[in-house]
């Protein structure tokens, strides 16, 4: 793969760079102003560095706006997450997806994590008309379940968890659609884990299943690789590693290539910084890229 760097030569170079990060930082031009009027090198060495991570071409902008859409939640950086936002309208995004992503984070984040940017998404789309439109298309309690099939959803589940006679029992006691969606995005890990908590307390752990897995993850708004590659950025943004390192596994397994999540390790370099990045996590993709059958980078 060819290096993908910009040089800065003078303004016409500065332009472009600006060009570039423009498109997910609406607000860099300001941002670069004033940065350039306290320390012109600094000022053009950061917006170099985002346009070249942001300018590669192994991401989408839907899947990086999506991807800083939950890191800036997760972090709480609420300027910069209304600016995503305004990003996501201009760049024509659907906004529903954008809207999902801000509720996914309530799982690693809390309930309250998602207030403020709520009111801030809430507010952007009203100023440009847009948030009748989304809400219009608004789920309805028990919309999804009704839609889902158990036996579509248990010809995906790996051929062990099949076997296994803990998912019929499992299911039997915590219903069928959080137990089942859980063993299609965590094969070979969900039995043990809801085992375990069963073991602990089983009413916390028909809750747990009912919220994270059925409620959350079973809307069906963005499909798995696009979710999951948003749980690595979220993950990334609070630093909680062993998180990290599963959903890396999963995204691929849900149809995610290794580069696409390699991308957003790279671009969140940018967003929230290197500490639990670089390069620790690039070890952990590349050990699981070589334990996964035919992956490569």
Same mark, same amino acid.
């Given at each position: 793969?060819?290096?993908?760097?910009?040089?800065?030569?003078? !303004?016409?170079?500065?332009e !472009?760079?600006?060009?570039?990060?423009?498109? @997910?930082?609406?607000?860099?031009?300001?941002?670069?102003?004033?940065?350039?009027?306290?320390? +012109?090198?600094?000022?053009e060495?950061?917006?170099?560095?985002?346009? &070249? =991570?942001f300018g590669?071409?192994?991401?989408?902008? &839907? %899947?990086?706006? @999506?991807?800083m859409?939950?890191?800036? #939640?997760m972090? &709480?950086?609420?300027?910069?997450?209304?600016e995503?936002?305004?990003?996501? *309208?201009?760049?024509?995004?659907?906004?529903r997806?954008?809207?999902?992503?801000?509720?996914? *984070?309530?799982?690693?984040g809390? !309930?309250?994590?998602?207030?403020?940017?709520?009111?801030?998404?809430?507010?952007? =789309?009203?100023?440009?008309? @847009?948030?009748?439109?989304v809400?219009?298309?608004?789920?309805?309690?028990?919309?999804?379940?009704?839609?889902?099939?158990?036996?579509?959803?248990?010809? %995906?589940?790996?051929?062990?968890?099949?076997?296994d006679?803990r998912?019929?029992?499992?299911?039997?006691?915590?219903?069928?659609?959080?137990? /089942?969606?859980? =063993?299609?995005?965590?094969? &070979?890990? #969900?039995?043990?884990?809801?085992?375990?908590?069963?073991?602990?307390d089983?009413?916390? +752990?028909? +809750?747990?299943?009912?919220?994270?897995?059925s409620?959350?993850?079973?809307?069906?708004?963005?499909d798995?690789?696009?979710?999951? @590659? *948003?749980?690595?950025?979220?993950t990334?943004?609070?630093?909680?590693? $062993?998180q990290?390192?599963?959903?890396?596994r %999963?995204?691929m397994?849900?149809g995610? /290539?290794?580069?696409e999540?390699?991308?957003?390790?790279?671009?969140?370099? $940018?967003? $929230?910084?290197?500490?639990?990045?670089?390069?620790?996590?690039?070890?952990?993709? $590349?050990?699981?890229?070589?334990?996964? %059958?035919?992956?490569?980078?």
């Amino acid at each position: 793969m060819p290096i993908n760097t910009v040089n800065f030569d003078g !303004e016409g170079s500065i332009e !472009e760079m600006l060009s570039i990060v423009e498109r @997910l930082q609406p607000g860099i031009r300001k941002r670069f102003e004033d940065r350039r009027q306290i320390d +012109a090198a600094f000022a053009e060495a950061s917006l170099r560095y985002a346009a &070249r =991570l942001f300018g590669r071409p192994t991401l989408d902008i &839907r %899947t990086r706006l @999506l991807v800083m859409t939950g890191q800036f #939640t997760m972090s &709480r950086r609420h300027a910069r997450l209304r600016e995503t936002i305004i990003a996501a *309208c201009e760049q024509k995004l659907d906004l529903r997806e954008v809207l999902e992503v801000i509720f996914q *984070c309530s799982i690693y984040g809390g !309930e309250s994590i998602v207030d403020e940017p709520l009111a801030i998404f809430t507010e952007e =789309l009203k100023a440009r008309g @847009l948030f009748d439109g989304v809400a219009a298309r608004s789920l309805h309690t028990g919309q999804r379940e009704s839609e889902r099939s158990l036996d579509a959803e248990r010809a %995906t589940w790996h051929p062990e968890d099949s076997a296994d006679p803990r998912a019929d029992e499992l299911m039997a006691k915590y219903g069928w659609p959080g137990i /089942s969606i859980a =063993l299609v995005l965590r094969p &070979r890990h #969900t039995l043990n884990n809801a085992t375990f908590i069963g073991g602990l307390d089983e009413g916390f +752990a028909e +809750a747990f299943y009912d919220f994270g897995y059925s409620d959350m993850y079973g809307r069906q708004i963005l499909d798995h690789r696009t979710r999951l @590659l *948003c749980m690595v950025g979220n993950t990334l943004a609070i630093g909680e590693i $062993v998180q990290t390192r599963h959903h890396m596994r %999963t995204a691929m397994k849900q149809g995610a /290539s290794p580069r696409e999540v390699l991308e957003v390790l790279f671009q969140s370099v $940018v967003v $929230v910084g290197h500490p639990n990045i670089v390069p620790e996590r690039f070890r952990d993709l $590349v050990k699981i890229v070589e334990e996964e %059958t035919g992956a490569s980078l």
